[in-house]
């Protein structure tokens, strides 16, 4: 097994983080585009009234979503870049990619593509899918900036600054 060193290990983390990110907010974009020419939905057809078009209804969805990513990203996501950056230059350098996560990061990883295919399965509507993924991915494009942040910031002053 190859090592790595830690800002390759970083690296590698923010890819995973911007590379799930990316899709969902695709996907997410698509769903609410394309719930746009549905008939009836309950997250759109509820909002149509207020915004003056299903159209403008679908845009305040998107921005609702990206804001609530947003805060997420920072609040939420931050601490989990801070504590996986932190265990990476708490380990040998370098070192293997195996030993940088825990197995509750590999389960709650399985955990959230469970909660994915579930929320297509149950038949959630489109547009309250596209909301939760544009949200989620906004999140995680945020996270990968900042794993990539960190990347340039020393061993000492990296974790308070994230």
């Given at each position: 097994m190859v090592k790595l060193n830690h800002k390759t290990l970083?690296?590698?983390?923010g890819l995973v983080w911007l590379g799930m990110?990316?899709?969902?907010?695709?996907?997410?974009?698509r769903l609410l585009f394309n719930s746009i020419e549905a008939a009836s939905l309950p997250l759109l057809g509820l909002?149509?009234?207020y915004f003056g078009g299903i159209e403008n209804?679908?845009?305040g969805l998107i921005a609702?979503?990206?804001?609530?990513?947003?805060?997420?990203g920072k609040y939420v996501f931050k601490k989990t870049v801070k504590r996986v950056v932190g265990k990476i230059r708490?380990?040998?350098?370098?070192?293997?990619?195996?030993?940088?996560?825990?197995?509750?990061?590999?389960?709650?990883?399985?955990?959230?593509?469970?909660?994915g295919f579930s929320m297509r399965?149950?038949?959630?509507?489109?547009?309250?899918?596209?909301?939760?993924?544009?949200?989620?991915?906004a999140g995680l494009i945020q996270g990968a900036i900042r794993y990539f942040r960190s990347i340039g910031e020393s061993a000492t002053c990296g974790s308070e600054s994230l």
């Open positions: 970083i690296f590698f983390s990110g990316i899709f969902l907010l695709t996907l997410g974009l909002l149509k009234p209804a679908a845009i609702f979503s990206l804001g609530l990513g947003y805060f997420k708490s380990l040998p350098n370098p070192t293997y990619l195996t030993s940088v996560y825990s197995w509750p990061y590999y389960l709650l990883i399985i955990l959230m593509i469970f909660l399965y149950f038949g959630l509507s489109p547009d309250i899918r596209g909301v939760v993924d544009v949200a989620v991915g």
